[in-house]
């Protein structure tokens, strides 16, 4: 068996099997008894229903996980790739078109075979547990709009990357990595400004005691920024959330319009002010440089592959080329990608953590923190007690309970 073909199918089968056990693992850590940090605040009918929420979504994504590596395999084994190789090869286009042809093909491919566990999972898993809230239209124009933004975006990016490794030789990893980072560093200023509101609506913050509190809050901590608004969540779901968009003094501060429904304005500016910690803590700048180093160095890696003859005969590749690489490259790459999202997740709920100590130390009211948490928690049926292998490889947040349990004892 050719070696590259080995590999990819037992990392295919191996990340799929770690997965899976993964989700029944969380499944059965799932404890029918209500946490008693949650007694004053979660009707136990409710905690019943998240429990329900966890596995009917658990399951859900083990089909779909099963499915589309079932059709994977099947597209390696069978020659699949060099038939739409073949194909897109037949038009007689230059490379670079000829590029784009075969990835959108595999692109609406990928799309056709998501496209009804999406629709499952919006109008009957969400609208089972009362979260959806998306139209038939509204649903079928979001995917419209996603798929011209990733032809645009995607299209200029894969194009900019064959070019390079086209014309640059040895060096092309270099201006691959040079390119993708300035265009990261880009879609940072015009993504607020030009892609969001293409899906949300986003209004200033209306004059008012939250504003008021967000806006005295903000200049204590000399956090500037290009204004509050809220966004229009509640077109497509019940969840609630908050964020900060934008770059430098193009940050804007966002709410869903769900949240401000279901907060008082002390737990509302606490869950700004974790996310200020955020930016005092440089902890988005440093999600920043660790994307770029790592970007770098999967050009690098990828350098060494793109052309490797064993690799295009284990999809049973007629042709060698340079956009076909990219594609098989990603199935190498998955592991190294396994083992960078454990690092950078592990990353990401240190950080959490110290973003919630800046929001008890700067604004001081940590019960109302604590509320927040809770709330948010039980508004979207979040996992109360994941199994510490599901956050370990997935969790980019701590659970809930032990955030809770370190702002207590920090209180102490």
């Not at 089968?13 to 997965?19: D, P």
């Not at 404890?31 to 009918?45: G, V």
């Not at 929001?359 to 604590?370: D, G, H, L, M």
């Amino acid at each position: 068996m050719n070696i590259y073909l080995f590999i990819i199918l037992f990392v295919l089968v191996g990340i799929y099997l770690l997965n899976l056990s993964t989700s029944l693992l969380n499944i059965s850590s799932a404890n029918p008894q209500l946490p008693k940090e949650f007694k004053d605040l979660y009707d136990p009918k409710k905690y019943y229903e998240s429990q329900n929420y966890l596995k009917d979504n658990s399951y859900f994504k083990i089909i779909q996980s099963t499915v589309i590596n079932i059709i994977i395999i099947y597209l390696i084994l069978t020659g699949g790739f060099n038939s739409i190789d073949q194909f897109v090869r037949s038009f007689n286009l230059e490379v670079i078109p000829t590029g784009l042809f075969f990835i959108v093909i595999i692109f609406f491919g990928a799309q056709i075979i998501n496209l009804p566990f999406s629709i499952y999972d919006t109008f009957f898993i969400e609208e089972k547990y009362g979260f959806n809230r998306t139209t038939i239209k509204t649903f079928i124009f979001d995917l419209l709009k996603g798929w011209i933004l990733s032809i645009i975006l995607g299209g200029i990016i894969f194009s900019g990357i064959l070019w390079f490794f086209i014309k640059t030789g040895n060096w092309a990893w270099f201006w691959c990595w040079t390119g993708v980072t300035i265009f990261e560093v880009f879609l940072l200023f015009i993504a607020p400004v030009l892609i969001m509101p293409i899906f949300n609506k986003f209004l200033p913050l209306e004059e008012g005691e939250l504003k008021e509190a967000i806006e005295k809050y903000s200049k204590h901590q000399n956090f500037k920024m290009k204004g509050i608004f809220t966004m229009d969540g509640s077109k497509r779901s019940t969840k609630s959330n908050a964020f900060f968009t934008g770059f430098g003094k193009y940050r804007r501060i966002v709410l869903f319009d769900t949240l401000i429904e279901k907060h008082s304005v002390s737990e509302l500016v606490s869950i700004l002010a974790h996310e200020i910690g955020h930016y005092k803590k440089k902890h988005i700048l440093q999600q920043l440089i660790i994307s770029i180093v790592t970007n770098g160095i999967m050009f690098i890696i990828m350098s060494l592959f793109i052309k490797n003859v064993e690799l295009f005969a284990a999809f049973k590749m007629q042709d060698i080329s340079v956009y076909a690489g990219l594609l098989f490259f990603g199935f190498l790459y998955a592991p190294i990608n396994v083992i960078l999202s454990i690092c950078l997740n592990y990353l990401s709920r240190k950080n959490e953590y110290q973003a919630d100590s800046y929001a008890i130390k700067t604004f001081n009211e940590p019960e109302a923190f604590i509320s927040a948490l809770k709330k948010m928690s039980i508004d979207n049926l979040s996992n109360l007690t994941p199994h510490p292998l599901k956050v370990f490889l997935d969790y980019s947040h701590p659970p809930v309970l032990k955030r809770i349990e370190t702002i207590r004892l920090r209180q102490i």
